[in-house]
Every structure is written in C-alpha cells, then in structure tokens.
C-alpha cells in the first residue's frame, strides 16, 4: 500500500486532525454553530492574511477568488498593469481579457522576479490605470515577488494593489495592512493544508469602494453582497462549503499555536535543506537566488533526464509526488518540490532520498545519498 505523501505546490498534505474534522457529519449553515465556525475562521483568516479588512469566503478553487478580484474592480475598458512571470501571472491576463479589461503586460523573464521600476514606469506609461495585479509566489517558476517594494510603488496611487497570495499565503510573509496592499487572494489547499474548494478575499475599503462603483457583471462572485451578508449575519450569499469551514478552523489553530513568525522561519528551514539537497545532488536551481521562495523550490532536471518520468515513477511507483514543469518553458525540464501546508522535516527527507533513488534509475550519476547527507546538516546546524 502506498502512502501517497504529497509534496506538491496544492493540493498539499493533510494533517491528521484536519482529516478528522473533514469526516464529522454534515450541520446547517444556518445555525448559531456554523456560524461561530464562519466568524472564527474570518476572524483566523485575518490574522494569517494580517489584516484588519474583510476576508470574504468563497466556495470555489483559488481562481475564483482570482475572478472575483477583477469582476469586482474592473470595468470593462479599465486597464490593469499584469506582471506575466509564469503560469499564474497569466491568468490575470485572461482574466482581464474575460472582463473586457485592457490588461498591460509587464514581462518578466520566467525565474526572475519583476523589478517594482517596471511597475512605476507600466504606471507612468499608463495614466488612469485601475489595478495591478501581481503574484506572491509564483508557483510554476518558484519564486517570491518583492510585495512590499511594490506596494510602495502602488499605494499612493488611484490604482488598487491585487495579490494572488494563493500558495504564499502562510507560507511566506505578506502583511496586507503594513505594506498597502489592497486585495489579497488565497484558498484552502495550499498553506493552509485542507482540501481544494474555499477561496479567500480580503479587500480594504480603497478597493471596496471601487467594486461597488465597478460596471462589470457579477452574480456568484459579488462581494458587496458578500460583504453585506457577513455583517449582518454572519453568513454567505449561498451555501457555503460547510466542511471546509470548518477544517479550516482547525488549520488556523494549527497556525496560530506556532504563531506566523515561527511558521515562516519553519518553511525558510525546508527551503534551505532542499535547495542544499539538489546542489548537493549537482543539479541547478531554476529561480535566480535573489527570488527565490521558501514556498517550493524549483529544481532542474539534469541533461538526458526526463523530468515528467522523474515526477511519474515518484508517484506511481513510490507514492511521493512532486510537481513537474508546466507551459512549453518548462515541460519536462523542472521538477518542483513544495514545502508548504504541514510538511516538516522528515517529509523533505523522504522526498529528497526518494529523488535520489529515482534518478539513479534513469541513469544519472552522483553519489547515493549526498542529497539526504545535505539536507540533513541543515537540519542538524
Ligand atoms: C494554485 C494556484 C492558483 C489557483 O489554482 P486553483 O487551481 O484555481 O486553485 C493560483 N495562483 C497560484 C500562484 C497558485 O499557486
């Protein structure tokens, strides 16, 4: 029987306790007790997010929060500053285009973060512009967006900062509130380790008050009514994903115990002694060093080695799965190992010595256990 340990960049792994919530039967909704889960869990979520604002909740996978965030803010022939670094940066673009939003591309080369001076002169470029939407970590590259520096770029502006925050958040540090940041979008089955099916939006007032001047069509993703649902009874516009809400509860408490502080440095320790393994195991880092995230690390594949075999015979043949490359980029030529949700040290151990025996197999060559001797003098220092 295999064990099936993900080490993927979502869904992640689910802890016990969490599991346990997800099995108790079914309650109402409307009912004092889902609605003490509901105010606990928004009350939970705005610690992680740091902020003051509304967390809405939403009963759709992480990109629906995305969609909310621009069926919210932008009208259509509103344009938007996007920064395309990879995969997610993309979706905004689509999604701009759904909307009948211009969206003004900022390029970064895959790997790289964007430089907050592309933002100020997109911005410059563009008078008037409503948005910028940008991605926290950037999930098919492996790296981590310097929010803060952009938020100083964006936050004395008309325009409304956006983050896709949907891997990074409780992962890696994102304070909405201290930084300026205006939209911050996450969901359920990244750092906060239960199962795909709750997105999350906080929007401040700044960004409020654009959605409810905003032309565009909404009708399950309106968060005015959202927004006036909750505070007036602490409830959502339809039903919610009862148990979910619930679990979350329980992964909130998991993150609060350790408090956010100790989080972050916890997922930094896994990056370290995963990045060691794969230098150790003489293979490259895809993300330059400068941006690299603690969220996944990104490993390219050595020379003659394919990488989605790597990531198949993982899965199917040991139960551990990683991720592997996405878009014409990096198709084969990556695999990416995510130390987010409720992996710990032994975890990336495992996952790290289970690569090892995998590229054995296919014919690489180094010596059997460099890569588990590395990360473990992380761990041990
Ligand atoms: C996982 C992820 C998403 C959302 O994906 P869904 O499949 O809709 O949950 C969006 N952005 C980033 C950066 C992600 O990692």
Redesign the pocket.
């Known amino acids: 029987m295999k064990k099936n340990l993900l080490l993927t960049?979502?869904p992640t792994q689910i802890p016990p306790d969490i599991c346990a919530a997800l099995g108790r039967p079914i309650i109402h909704h409307r009912t004092p007790q889902f609605q003490q889960y509901l105010k606990d869990a928004v009350e939970g979520l705005k610690y992680v997010f740091q902020t003051k604002s509304d967390v809405l909740i939403m009963a759709?996978?992480?990109?629906?929060?995305?969609e909310a965030a621009v069926a919210n803010l932008l009208s259509p022939g509103d344009k938007a500053i996007v920064v395309e670094g990879?995969?997610?940066g993309e979706?905004w673009t689509e999604l701009c285009k759904a909307y009948g939003a211009i969206p003004v591309v900022v390029k970064v080369p895959w790997g790289k973060g964007v430089e907050p001076k592309q933002i100020k002169e997109a911005m410059a470029a563009n008078p008037g512009v409503k948005a910028v939407l940008i991605?926290?970590?950037?999930?098919?590259t492996g790296v981590t967006n310097d929010v803060r520096a952009i938020a100083d770029v964006v936050k004395n502006t008309e325009a409304v900062l956006v983050v896709?925050?949907?891997?990074?958040l409780g992962v890696v540090d994102c304070q909405m509130d201290n930084w300026g940041v205006d939209v911050v979008?996450s969901?359920s089955?990244?750092g906060f380790m239960c199962p795909?099916g709750l997105?999350f939006i906080a929007i401040n007032a700044k960004a409020m008050k654009m959605a409810e001047a905003c032309k565009s069509p909404r009708y399950y993703f309106d968060l005015r009514k959202a927004k006036k649902v909750m505070e007036k009874e602490t409830d959502t516009p339809f039903t919610p994903a009862i148990g979910i809400v619930i679990a979350l509860n329980e992964s909130i408490k998991h993150i609060k115990e350790q408090g956010l502080e100790k989080v972050f440095a916890h997922f930094a320790r896994l990056a370290k002694a995963t990045r060691a393994a794969a230098v150790a195991l003489g293979l490259k880092l895809y993300p330059d060093d400068s941006c690299m995230s603690n969220a996944l690390t990104t490993i390219c594949v050595p020379e003659g080695v394919d990488g989605n075999k790597i990531m198949k015979v993982m899965r199917d043949t040991y139960g551990i799965s990683v991720a592997g490359g996405q878009g014409e980029e990096l198709k084969g030529k990556v695999i990416r190992i995510a130390h987010m949700g409720c992996i710990d040290e032994y975890d990336i151990i495992t996952g790290i010595s289970c690569l090892e025996k995998v590229l054995k197999e296919l014919g690489y060559k180094f010596t059997l256990g460099s890569g588990v001797a590395a990360a473990q003098s992380v761990f041990n220092s």
Request: hydrophobic letters at 30%.
């Open positions: 960049p979502g759709s996978s992480g990109t629906g929060g995305m990879g995969k997610f979706r991605t926290l970590v950037e999930t098919s896709d925050a949907i891997s990074g979008v969901a089955h990244k795909p997105a």
